[in-house]
Structure formats: structure tokens, C-alpha cells
């Protein structure tokens, strides 16, 4: 295997606008930055950190005990834990392709197999191919809700069925867009024991740069987590910062809103308009597919817009579009126009 090589190496992603990776594309608001300088006021950070107070928040956000929940150092963590939690050598992970590639990176380093079902040509969620793909030799189920890159999203009623129909194996949803969808699986944890959710406070509270993320699952499985995630492993600068983001939602949920109920509708009609192909999806990015699109991508960087060119096989002309303010959806639109005049 070969060492994942952010495509950004060398750039100084700040002079771009950056549409690139999901990030919010905010900075955090006031209320983080006054957290975080209380912090080092308070000279705390030579001290490992104590999650203690933060725990109690994230359980009444997530309205489920704290015995369900575990903190990690971004969902990328999460997602290591859970895997191997789950899976040794010779193993076999069912998931849909193309995936987040973080999954696949932590099953090679595990030595265990992938299970790959190919999401259908529409880039819809390949349902009965999914479900009659596990086999006795199938140890961990995966969905990620809504797909990352696809934008796909399966319903609460498709991922029961999944979870009913495999009782006695693990099934991973990946939530990393829940505040965008504003659906989750959440309800149904106290019915199967088998359900295991990550989540993270790196899109939506914009908080990227400091690595949170925490799953949701049975008490008897969070404490076999316990026993893989070291005891410091998330810093008191994320917990301090997360604490004021649930503490303080307007801004944050403000952006949401711009960005899902006014952003990218407008981008979905300037791409009709301009018949360029996208796949429709329900998170805060866009599946983009030109048979010019690494011209596309080159000019878009020129002119000072990051988008993220995809390598799956299947998606290999395609790239993918982060939603932004509508001021940032409007810069976006105004460049790709003047591509078609080229």
C-alpha cells in the first residue's frame, strides 16, 4: 500500500476559495475563539486533558447517555478504532464503492479484505446487491449516510432492514454530514445493539483543524473502544471549542441553513441551466461529471477556486464541489461561467 498524499502537499489553501474538502468554509464563530483564549488564560495546556465536563454536553446534544458515546481525535479515528475493534488479518469489511478512502487505508493496514459493492450506475445505494452480498465470511457491515462522494443517502427504513436482517454483526453508519441531512439513525440504538455511529465536529462547526469526532453505540461496545483509544487522545483545545459550538448554535446552524436551503439550490439551477451533468446529493457537496474535467479543475485552481478531483474508477471524470455561502456559490458559478466561454 502506498502512504495517502493530501493532494493539497505545498499549497497554501488559505489564498484559495476552498471548495475542495466539505470544510465549512467559515471560521468558527466568536465564541470558540473566546473559549480557546480562556484556555490558555486559564494556563491549562500543559496539563492532559479532562473530559469530564465535556462529556455531559455531548450527551444531551446527541440525547443518548454517556455511556454511548466515546470521543475520539477526529471521525478518522473513530473509524480506526471500529475496524480494529472488528477486524484482524484475512477479514472481510462489506461496504458500497466508491467510499471514503480513510476505510479502505485502515482495512490494508489490518491485512483484511474489502467487500465491494459498486453503487449503481445513477450512483443511487445498490440495496438488494448490498444486502444479499453478505456472506458467513462478512465480519463488519459499513454505510456511509449520506456517501461521501456520491452524496448518496439511504433511508432510516433501508439501514433497519440491514441491521435486522444481521443481527450478530457490527454495522458502522458514518453520520459525518448529519447536521447537513438533519437524518440519523440515532432512534434506533436502544433496538439493535449492533448499530455503531460515527459522527464529527469537523464540517459543520467548522472545526477541521482540531480533530473531533465521537461515536455513538451500545455500552458494551464503547467499553471495548475504551480499550484501544488511548487515555489523551483528544486535546483540551477541541473539547474547550466543541463545548462553545453546542453552547452556541445560531451561527453555526445559520450556516446550514444558507448553505442547503439557498446555496445549493442555486448551484443545482445554474448547472441545469448549463447542462452540466451532477448527481444529486443530500449533504453539503456536489458530484460534478465533465468529460473536460481535469480543464475544469486546472482552470477553476487558476482563477483561484479549490474542487476535488475524484480517482475512484467509476467517478473517474467527475469532481466534487463543497457548498459555501451564497457569496461563495455565486464567485463559483461566475468562474465556471466564463469556462464555457473559453
Request: charged residues 25%; neutral net charge.
Given at each position: 500500500m502506498s502512504a495517502y498524499s493530501p493532494p493539497w502537499t505545498g499549497l497554501n489553501r488559505k489564498k484559495y476559495l476552498r471548495l475542495d474538502l466539505n470544510e465549512n468554509t467559515q471560521a468558527p464563530p466568536e465564541c470558540v475563539n473566546t473559549a480557546l483564549k480562556k484556555l490558555i488564560d486559564d494556563k491549562c495546556l500543559q496539563m492532559y486533558p479532562d473530559y469530564s465536563d465535556f462529556l455531559p454536553i455531548l450527551s444531551q446534544y446527541t440525547?443518548?447517555?454517556q455511556d454511548n458515546l466515546i470521543i475520539t481525535n477526529g471521525s478518522d479515528q473513530a473509524i480506526d478504532i471500529i475496524l480494529r475493534a472488528f477486524l484482524g488479518q484475512g477479514d472481510n469489511m462489506l461496504i458500497a464503492q466508491p467510499e471514503f478512502p480513510?476505510?479502505?487505508?485502515?482495512?490494508?493496514?489490518?491485512d483484511a479484505y474489502i467487500q465491494g459493492?459498486?453503487?449503481?450506475?445513477?450512483m443511487s445505494f445498490p440495496f438488494e446487491a448490498f444486502l444479499n452480498a453478505v456472506t458467513a465470511d462478512t465480519r463488519l457491515i459499513v454505510i456511509i449516510n449520506p456517501n461521501n462522494p456520491t452524496g448518496t443517502l439511504l433511508s432510516l427504513e433501508q439501514?433497519?432492514?440491514?441491521?435486522?436482517?444481521?443481527?450478530?454483526?457490527p454495522v458502522v453508519v458514518d453520520e459525518a454530514y448529519f447536521e447537513f441531512t438533519g437524518i440519523t439513525c440515532q432512534s434506533l440504538l436502544e433496538k439493535y445493539?449492533?448499530?455503531?455511529?460515527?459522527?464529527?465536529f469537523s464540517k459543520a462547526f467548522a472545526m477541521a483543524g482540531l480533530r473531533l469526532g465521537y461515536i455513538l453505540a451500545s455500552p458494551n461496545i464503547i467499553s471495548q473502544f475504551h480499550k484501544i483509544r488511548?487515555?489523551?487522545d483528544v486535546n483540551s483545545c477541541a473539547l474547550v471549542a466543541a463545548k462553545a459550538q453546542i453552547e452556541n448554535p445560531t451561527e453555526w446552524q445559520k450556516y446550514i441553513h444558507e448553505v442547503m436551503a439557498v446555496s445549493k439550490p442555486l448551484l443545482e439551477q445554474f448547472f441545469e441551466q448549463n447542462k452540466v451533468f451532477y448527481y444529486p446529493g443530500?449533504?453539503?457537496?456536489?458530484?460534478?461529471?465533465?468529460?473536460?474535467?481535469?480543464?475544469?479543475?486546472?482552470?477553476l485552481k487558476k482563477?483561484?477556486?479549490l474542487v476535488r478531483p475524484m480517482t475512484a474508477p467509476a467517478i473517474l471524470d467527475t469532481f466534487r464541489v463543497s457548498i459555501g455561502t451564497v457569496a461563495e456559490t455565486q464567485s463559483f458559478i461566475d468562474v465556471y461561467s466564463k469556462f464555457f466561454k473559453k
Open positions: 440525547e443518548v447517555k480513510i476505510f479502505t487505508q485502515v482495512v490494508r493496514v489490518i459493492v459498486p453503487y449503481n450506475q445513477d439501514i433497519e432492514q440491514i441491521l435486522a436482517r444481521n443481527p450478530d454483526l445493539t449492533n448499530l455503531i455511529i460515527v459522527r464529527t488511548a487515555p489523551f443530500a449533504a453539503n457537496f456536489m458530484l460534478v461529471r465533465s468529460e473536460h474535467r481535469d480543464e475544469v479543475v486546472r482552470y482563477q483561484g477556486i
